[in-house]
């Protein structure tokens, strides 16, 4: 048979006459050049299915590749090889009388520095400088080109130091391990030492997704190794005994513990994310990684007996990990699906799930459960919701076991639990427990409810023993109405979950609108960003953590009150029969009043409501009319606010000691009773009212003077101007005088517009008395009527004697001046019957002085002795020293006089006669 061919067709067709088998696939697998430039090709030796081909000459490297169809983008498209010639390149051919070819193109002794320098610069890294001068002086280099690969392959063994390679020391200073220590220990068990020799090298250049790879290849103690060398560098170590880490890492918790079945080792100085045949995609860190199987019946942690009867898991595929900087962790990948938590028609299923184990610089393990959670059968107030799925982890502390899971994607869940025109996005689930089982003693969902326009946190807890009972938790961070809120949506959700009326929840609501603004919203209290539950509904009472949570509704927020921010408080139990809480307002405007704190600067209210009362109490400082008091109890209804026992003083006007006054909540007026004090008179039990100006007494009686007595409808204390006022029915002296005005202030007492009457014998017209208490005197000017003749501007003023006037009463036919007009009381406390005036008289022209009358409501009578002109005397008659002078008034309004006594004229009598008219015969005129 011919050896050496010109062409592959010649090759062909002699092959094929020699009876081999040449299938259409390899004659069509072969590309021959445009113009026929290479050399002849040799038959070295031919089997069955393979044969090795030689060219006998030079041949373009980039021209074998595309010959063969080698798909080496990295040879046909770089321009270092067009040019890049090998001498007598062998060619190791498999499958040819199959479909499915094989091409190797081998070539022997080449420069072994070109080609590296080569190789390094395609792969874009530059080869640590051990490892270049190593191969650079290697004599036996053989090049190697297969489909997507080109390699590197040496006759010679190479030995290399791993710290050549990997700077993983480490400046932490832990205080009960030391990681070099222990990096050491693991190259001393592995590889007996720092250098290693490499059998069967092989420097391999091949295409990987977004750039090539650089890596050599070989076997240390009959294991594959390869060293990667990219951004970083990295060594892939088939491990031919299990690694048992008590004798290796003595000092690291949990991880002493385990044994590492078909394992694997990887060094790296930089971490990356990477696909593991076995356990999918891992982080790989900085530093050793091992990976292999574990028994998790070896771990000495509470957690143990969760997973294997929980989870039921023994055999686990890890990564263990240690990094440099004192990190080290176990990651284990669990493939089948594992059930969480089932309980009813409620299941919690594990997918994907990874085992992981942080152990930090201070030595203190924490442990998880990562993965997907499917969760079916969580909503009784639906039928067939879809699966939930959703991302996490469960938390295997050392005595408890946390879980969280959130959504993944944009799904949301609409009128989660019956909460009507809601909608639940980024969804979480969360729950805790122990590890006695059934381990979960509290779970439930979180995420942001939509209502309205209106974003809220919600969390919903359900019952271990039977999910379809929940416990409902709102927080949010912007101002929702509390009145639409529970009206809308939360109503509903209680309703099916407790069959108790919620009427009470309602009227408490109804209650506190009338003085809040009950746009609420969630309190940051600690002022860290994190916001206090603002709802919490329990209708079922709980555990979590063994803790326990009674049943009941409570809020928690903060709102308007009285123009203030307040912090509201209500709390309910389960039957919703009675709800208490508290109000925290700076302070209380009810228009009139004004309450604020007494130990701080906020009022504390507590809140009752039962089907029978409602209302807030406390006690503050309380404001009235600019008049502080301190420390006084009240109460909130919903039409009044009480208070209590408490004393009142207003500009020396008057004083109340107060048993209650009600305000009303609307007008912001009220009444109120207690003992008065007021002008020296103390009124037990009296009723009085306060406006917007001041107060008002009704119906009361006042003792002024030591002898007036004054009952006032309405006395009305004007606190704006600090001035009282009051018409009055005034009586003195055991009769009613008349009316008046009483007006007084911190300086002066008046009773204004009298116009009193005096045993009908005097009648009194005064524009303004004033009344001195110290000496118990009423006076003031105005007009004094007497037998009907008014006497105007005259000074006037009482007494408990009586009363007493001064001034000029002219009559016509007599006329007094500068007389005093007095109307005394009589022993038994009444005001005398007559009056008396004492004074200068004028009579029929005349003049007489220090002339004494008296005066009834008829009549006017002078007793005296009459001289007039020295030339007719007038004198009494008989047994009467004096003469008599009687001045009446007629029905006509006319006065007349009467005169009894006797005449003498030039002191000889003239008669003893009653002169009914001595007017007649003076020819004096009437008046």
């Not at 270049?132 to 190697?144: A, C, I, R, T």
């Not at 059968?377 to 938390?395: I, K, N, S, W």
């Not at 969360?430 to 939509?450: A, E, H």
Request: net charge negative.
């Amino acid at each position: 048979m011919q050896k050496t061919f010109k062409s592959w067709h010649d090759l062909f067709l002699n092959l094929k006459a020699n009876e081999y088998q040449v299938s259409a696939a390899w004659e069509n697998s072969i590309i021959d050049p445009e113009n026929d430039t290479l050399p002849p090709i040799k038959i070295i030796n031919i089997a069955e299915n393979n044969a090795f081909i030689s060219y006998l000459g030079e041949v373009e490297l980039q021209a074998l590749s595309k010959q063969f169809n080698l798909d080496l983008d990295i040879i046909q498209n770089n321009p270092e090889f067009a040019s890049y010639q090998v001498s007598n390149p062998h060619i190791h051919i498999q499958g040819f009388t199959t479909s499915s070819i094989d091409y190797q193109v081998i070539v022997n002794n080449i420069n072994s520095e070109d080609i590296i320098n080569l190789l390094s610069q395609l792969g874009g890294v530059n080869l640590p400088e051990p490892l270049q001068l190593k191969l650079n002086s290697l004599d036996q280099v053989n090049l190697g080109l297969a489909t997507s690969e080109i390699y590197l392959y040496f006759n010679d063994d190479i030995q290399l130091n791993l710290n050549d390679f990997f700077n993983l020391s480490s400046n932490l200073q832990l205080p009960s391990i030391n990681i070099e220590e222990i990096f050491n220990s693991f190259i001393t068990k592995i590889f007996g030492t720092s250098k290693l020799i490499i059998s069967e090298a092989k420097l391999r250049l091949s295409p990987e997704d977004i750039s090539n790879k650089l890596s050599l290849t070989g076997l240390i103690n009959d294991q594959e190794v390869e060293l990667t060398f990219s951004d970083r560098i990295t060594l892939q170590y088939q491990l031919s005994d299990d690694i048992d880490f008590s004798s290796l890492t003595s000092d690291l918790p949990v991880i002493k513990d385990l044994k590492l079945r078909n394992g694997e080792l990887i060094i790296t100085d930089n971490t990356y994310l990477c696909n593991h045949t076995k356990l999918g995609r891992i982080n790989i860190n900085k530093g050793f990684n091992f990976i292999g199987d574990i028994n998790l019946t070896s771990l000495n942690t509470d957690f143990s007996g969760f997973i294997n009867s929980q989870l039921a898991i023994d055999d686990l595929g890890v990564l263990i990990s240690f990094d440099p900087g004192g990190l080290v962790s176990l990651t284990g990948d669990i493939k089948q699906n594992t059930p969480l938590i089932s309980v009813q028609d409620f299941h919690a299923n594990f997918t994907n799930l990874l085992f992981s184990i942080d152990i930090g610089a201070n030595l203190e393990p924490s442990f998880e459960l990562i993965g997907n959670l499917a969760i079916q059968g969580y909503d009784l107030t639906q039928d067939d919701e879809p699966t939930l799925f959703l991302t996490g982890a469960v938390a295997l502390e050392p005595k408890s076991l946390t879980a969280f899971f959130s959504q993944q994607g944009e799904n949301s869940w609409c009128n989660p639990y019956g909460l009507v025109g809601t909608e639940l996005r980024n969804i979480c689930f969360q729950g805790g427990g122990t590890y006695l089982p059934p381990y979960f003693d509290n779970f439930g969902f979180i995420g942001d409810l939509k209502w309205d326009s209106i974003d809220i946190e919600i969390a919903f807890l359900m019952d271990t023993n039977d999910p379809h009972k929940l416990a409902l938790i709102l927080t949010t961070n912007q101002a929702v109405s509390l009145v639409k809120l529970w009206q809308g949506p939360l109503a509903g959700f209680v309703c099916k979950q407790v069959n108790f009326s919620t009427d009470l929840v309602d009227q408490t609501l109804e209650f506190l609108n009338t003085f809040l603004d009950l746009s609420i919203e969630s309190i940051d209290r600690e002022g860290d960003g994190k916001y206090e539950p603002l709802i919490k509904i329990v209708p079922f009472a709980t555990e979590i953590a063994g803790q326990p949570i009674s049943a009941g509704l409570e809020i928690n927020g903060k709102v308007t009150a009285w123009n203030h921010e307040a912090t509201l408080i209500l709390q309910s139990d389960q039957a919703f029969q009675k709800i208490e809480g508290s109000l925290n307002v700076p302070e209380i405007d009810l228009g009139v009043v004004k309450v604020g704190g007494t130990d701080d600067d906020c009022l504390d209210l507590a809140l009752k409501v039962t089907p029978t009362e409602q209302y807030l109490s406390g006690d503050g400082q309380v404001e009235i009319f600019d008049q502080e008091i301190a420390k006084v109890e009240f109460q909130i209804t919903p039409t009044n606010a009480i208070f209590k026992d408490f004393d009142l003083s207003f500009a020396n006007l008057i004083s109340i000691d107060v048993d209650n006054l009600s305000i009303d909540i609307k007008s912001g007026i009220g009444n109120g009773s207690g003992k008065i004090l007021v002008l020296g008179n103390t009124i037990a039990g009296s009723t009085f009212y306060l406006t917007k100006n001041g107060i008002t007494i009704h119906n009361t009686t006042l003792n002024l003077a030591g002898f007036l007595t004054l009952d006032i409808e309405s006395l009305t204390i004007n606190l704006a101007n600090n001035q009282a006022t009051g018409t009055a029915d005034i009586t003195a002296f055991e009769q009613s005088l008349g009316t008046g005005t009483l007006s007084f202030n911190h300086q002066a007492i008046t009773i204004n517009n009298a116009s009193w009457n005096l045993a009908n014998i005097l009648k009194i017209d005064v524009p303004s008395f004033s009344l001195d208490l110290t000496n118990k005197t009423v006076f003031g000017l105005g007009d004094v009527s007497i037998l009907g003749r008014k006497f105007s501007a005259v000074d006037i003023s009482l007494t408990e004697s009586g009363f007493q006037s001064s001034g000029d009463f002219n009559f016509g036919i007599l006329a007094f001046h500068s007389a005093t007009l007095i109307l005394g009381k009589g022993k038994n406390g009444n005001i005398n019957n007559s009056a008396s005036i004492a004074g200068h008289v004028k009579f029929l022209g005349y003049d007489f002085f220090n002339v004494k009358a008296s005066a009834d409501s008829s009549k006017l009578i002078l007793s005296s002795s009459f001289n007039f002109g020295g030339i007719i005397l007038l004198k009494g008659s008989k047994k009467r020293k004096n003469a008599i002078i009687t001045l009446k008034k007629d029905k006509n309004g006319r006065y007349h006089t009467v005169i009894s006594g006797r005449f003498y004229l030039f002191n000889q009598e003239l008669t003893a006669i009653n002169i009914k008219d001595l007017q007649k015969q003076k020819k004096v005129k009437t008046t």
